[in-house]
């Protein structure tokens, strides 16, 4: 089974968010960027289903040279070789574009990542993929197994899950409690460093959206405390003066 | 020309989050000088699509192919890019779901439109310029974004809106979009409802709990006053983690965003990760033991105190309410 893993490189989520003094871009100063922790779990269940049936693990992130180091460390956790589209991710139409063209030729029999990054909030790239490359996709994927040419997939909706067979080639998105995480071992670091890593050129630059201003939300104006004596008081306020029960 | 706007249904009813899309929708129209039309699919009926006349939509097409019962992505894919070609719309209007992510992912490909999700506010347009703005760093900050392809697609966020209430029906007008078997292929083959509770992407009230409770023998303190509140039951990572609770309950920055009225958090500390999943909660009460827990920086109300007694004192106050 060949697998393709998309990861993003995202801010740590103990970052404090900042941005920069005209509103226009993220202060990167002193953050440190990780894995998008959903792209993570996506990651973790291909080298699980390698392990399993045999295949590759191919991963792959739309990003400029300073994203190498955590590249590396998907190495590290298992993944055999990788690739870089060497560009800024400027919007998930252009993100999903490099990655439909680059797998077009590969012809992958899965493609995985997170439902979402933890700074762009997209929630768009996996469909994006699917829809350019003409085949289906299940998101977000809580469970995924694969027996033979079919998978298995449990995926969430609101109020329940569904569990849905398709036909290899597919796109799943993951999400909790999909699979553990796995941190790189001694072995798997250093032989991250020798395993292959690509460095293509993007194809074309069209954006769809174009983030103008970056605004943080409004802080509480103070918080108003109860006695713990009097708890039963605040079930008062929150009808006549918060009116929200 | 009109606004389209997605409905999702379910047990036969409109759900909460397509209501607010609905008045949403029918406030972008207004803001166009157009009118907004529904394409609705799936398990409803056709009076309770007439009913969407009151949250402002003047026409309902309706999809009632019994394979679309439950969600079906191609298939549904297909259905509203043949509404939206059918109304010519410019402006397509879903819920930010994980249904309305799976449809508008690919519908933004098929039709070459700007895809917004997460959207917080209504739209402004002026000349040529069309600016949302959209909740980004998982809830940590807002980005103003503008959609500069002709078609533009936007998914709004819970509790953005207030449901309107206008007099007057909705006419509803069968609709088909000739599916092949090739589109319905990739069906559910079980569905595992959620039972009983208040789902926790739609309540209106949250009681979440953290570690402070020590063990999930404990959770009756959740679970009562949550119902006595008629609210939905969450929890911090920590206790998804060790299996306290089901995933499908965390909420913070890797599990699910919320933006209730009222979230009711008993004993979290209030990590950042925690806070970006319910900051846009509009009212916060944070009860805790330890008056330096952070959370008390984002709440609106605050006890300091040990659940153990502070809860059940909720709980026989909140049932005095009823």
């Given at each position: 089974m060949k697998i393709l893993v998309c990861i993003s490189n995202v801010p740590d989520t103990t970052t404090k968010i900042t941005f920069t003094p005209d509103n226009k871009q993220f202060n990167t100063a002193g953050v440190q960027f990780v894995i998008n922790p959903y792209d993570e779990y996506a990651l973790t269940r291909a080298i699980e289903l390698k392990e399993a049936q045999g295949g590759t693990v191919t991963v792959l992130n739309v990003g400029e040279a300073d994203t190498e180091a955590n590249i590396r460390k998907a190495l590290a956790i298992g993944a055999d070789d990788a690739v870089r589209i060497n560009a800024k991710p400027t919007d998930a139409f252009f993100v999903a574009t490099q990655i439909a063209n680059y797998a077009k030729a590969e012809n992958f029999d899965l493609i995985l990542m997170?439902?979402?990054?933890?700074?762009?909030?997209?929630?768009?790239?996996?469909?994006?993929?699917?829809?350019?490359?003409?085949?289906?996709?299940?998101?977000?994927?809580?469970?995924?197994?694969?027996?033979?040419?079919?998978?298995?997939?449990?995926?969430?909706?609101?109020?329940?899950?569904?569990?849905?067979?398709?036909?290899?080639p597919i796109v799943v998105s993951a999400q909790q409690p999909m699979t553990e995480p796995r941190i790189p071992n001694m072995r798997g670091i250093m032989t991250a460093r020798t395993k292959?890593?690509?460095?293509?050129?993007?194809?074309?630059?069209?954006?769809?959206?174009?983030?103008?201003?970056?605004?943080?939300?409004?802080?509480?104006?103070?918080?108003?405390?109860?006695?713990?004596?009097?708890?039963?008081?605040?079930?008062?306020?929150?009808?006549?003066?918060?009116?929200?029960? | 020309m009109s606004v389209l706007v997605v409905i999702e249904c379910a047990n036969g009813e409109v759900k909460k989050s397509s209501l607010e899309a609905a008045t949403y929708g029918s406030k972008v129209a207004q803001q166009m000088g157009t009118t907004a039309t529904a394409v609705a699919i799936g398990d409803i009926s056709e009076e309770n699509l007439k009913h969407l006349g009151a949250q402002g939509i003047k026409k309902v097409l309706f999809d009632n192919d019994a394979r679309l019962k439950n969600f079906v992505n191609l298939a549904y894919v297909k259905v509203i890019a043949a509404a939206a070609q059918k109304e010519a719309s410019k402006v397509i209007i879903l819920s930010n779901t994980n249904i309305g992510s799976a449809i508008g992912s690919r519908l933004a490909v098929r039709l070459g439109a700007s895809l917004a999700t997460n959207v917080v506010a209504l739209p402004e347009i002026s000349g040529n310029t069309f600016k949302v703005r959209r909740g980004v760093y998982s809830g940590k900050a807002f980005a103003d974004v503008n959609l500069t392809a002709d078609v533009k697609i936007i998914a709004v966020k819970k509790n953005t809106i207030?449901?309107?209430?206008?007099?007057?029906?909705?006419?509803?007008?069968?609709?088909?979009?000739?599916?092949?078997?090739?589109?319905?292929?990739?069906?559910?083959?079980?569905?595992?409802?959620?039972?009983?509770?208040?789902?926790?992407?739609?309540?209106?009230?949250?009681?979440?709990?953290?570690?402070?409770?020590?063990?999930?023998?404990?959770?009756?303190?959740?679970?009562?006053?949550?119902?006595?509140?008629?609210?939905?039951?969450?929890?911090?990572?920590?206790?998804?983690?060790?299996?306290?609770?089901?995933?499908?309950?965390?909420?913070?920055q890797t599990g699910i965003t919320v933006s209730p009225n009222l979230y009711i958090a008993i004993g979290i500390s209030g990590a950042i990760q925690h806070l970006a999943g319910v900051n846009s909660s509009k009212v916060i009460v944070v009860i805790n033991k330890d008056p330096e827990a952070p959370f008390f920086k984002a709440a609106d109300y605050g006890i300091v105190g040990d659940a153990f007694e502070v809860v059940p004192k909720l709980i026989e106050a909140a049932k005095q309410l009823r």
């Amino acid at each position: 089974m060949k697998i393709l893993v998309c990861i993003s490189n995202v801010p740590d989520t103990t970052t404090k968010i900042t941005f920069t003094p005209d509103n226009k871009q993220f202060n990167t100063a002193g953050v440190q960027f990780v894995i998008n922790p959903y792209d993570e779990y996506a990651l973790t269940r291909a080298i699980e289903l390698k392990e399993a049936q045999g295949g590759t693990v191919t991963v792959l992130n739309v990003g400029e040279a300073d994203t190498e180091a955590n590249i590396r460390k998907a190495l590290a956790i298992g993944a055999d070789d990788a690739v870089r589209i060497n560009a800024k991710p400027t919007d998930a139409f252009f993100v999903a574009t490099q990655i439909a063209n680059y797998a077009k030729a590969e012809n992958f029999d899965l493609i995985l990542m997170g439902k979402e990054s933890v700074d762009y909030n997209g929630f768009q790239v996996h469909g994006m993929v699917a829809e350019m490359l003409g085949i289906p996709s299940i998101t977000p994927g809580v469970k995924l197994d694969v027996n033979g040419n079919t998978a298995t997939v449990q995926r969430e909706i609101e109020g329940g899950h569904e569990i849905i067979d398709a036909q290899l080639p597919i796109v799943v998105s993951a999400q909790q409690p999909m699979t553990e995480p796995r941190i790189p071992n001694m072995r798997g670091i250093m032989t991250a460093r020798t395993k292959p890593l690509k460095v293509v050129e993007p194809t074309g630059s069209e954006t769809k959206t174009e983030i103008e201003t970056f605004a943080l939300p409004p802080q509480k104006t103070g918080v108003k405390m109860i006695a713990p004596e009097n708890a039963g008081e605040l079930i008062t306020l929150l009808r006549n003066e918060a009116k929200v029960i | 020309m009109s606004v389209l706007v997605v409905i999702e249904c379910a047990n036969g009813e409109v759900k909460k989050s397509s209501l607010e899309a609905a008045t949403y929708g029918s406030k972008v129209a207004q803001q166009m000088g157009t009118t907004a039309t529904a394409v609705a699919i799936g398990d409803i009926s056709e009076e309770n699509l007439k009913h969407l006349g009151a949250q402002g939509i003047k026409k309902v097409l309706f999809d009632n192919d019994a394979r679309l019962k439950n969600f079906v992505n191609l298939a549904y894919v297909k259905v509203i890019a043949a509404a939206a070609q059918k109304e010519a719309s410019k402006v397509i209007i879903l819920s930010n779901t994980n249904i309305g992510s799976a449809i508008g992912s690919r519908l933004a490909v098929r039709l070459g439109a700007s895809l917004a999700t997460n959207v917080v506010a209504l739209p402004e347009i002026s000349g040529n310029t069309f600016k949302v703005r959209r909740g980004v760093y998982s809830g940590k900050a807002f980005a103003d974004v503008n959609l500069t392809a002709d078609v533009k697609i936007i998914a709004v966020k819970k509790n953005t809106i207030e449901v309107g209430h206008e007099t007057g029906e909705a006419t509803v007008e069968n609709f088909s979009a000739s599916l092949t078997d090739a589109d319905v292929a990739v069906a559910p083959k079980e569905v595992i409802q959620q039972t009983g509770d208040i789902l926790l992407p739609e309540a209106d009230i949250v009681v979440s709990g953290g570690r402070g409770l020590k063990g999930p023998e404990n959770w009756h303190l959740v679970e009562d006053l949550a119902k006595a509140l008629g609210a939905a039951t969450a929890c911090s990572k920590p206790v998804a983690d060790v299996d306290w609770r089901p995933h499908h309950e965390h909420v913070g920055q890797t599990g699910i965003t919320v933006s209730p009225n009222l979230y009711i958090a008993i004993g979290i500390s209030g990590a950042i990760q925690h806070l970006a999943g319910v900051n846009s909660s509009k009212v916060i009460v944070v009860i805790n033991k330890d008056p330096e827990a952070p959370f008390f920086k984002a709440a609106d109300y605050g006890i300091v105190g040990d659940a153990f007694e502070v809860v059940p004192k909720l709980i026989e106050a909140a049932k005095q309410l009823r």
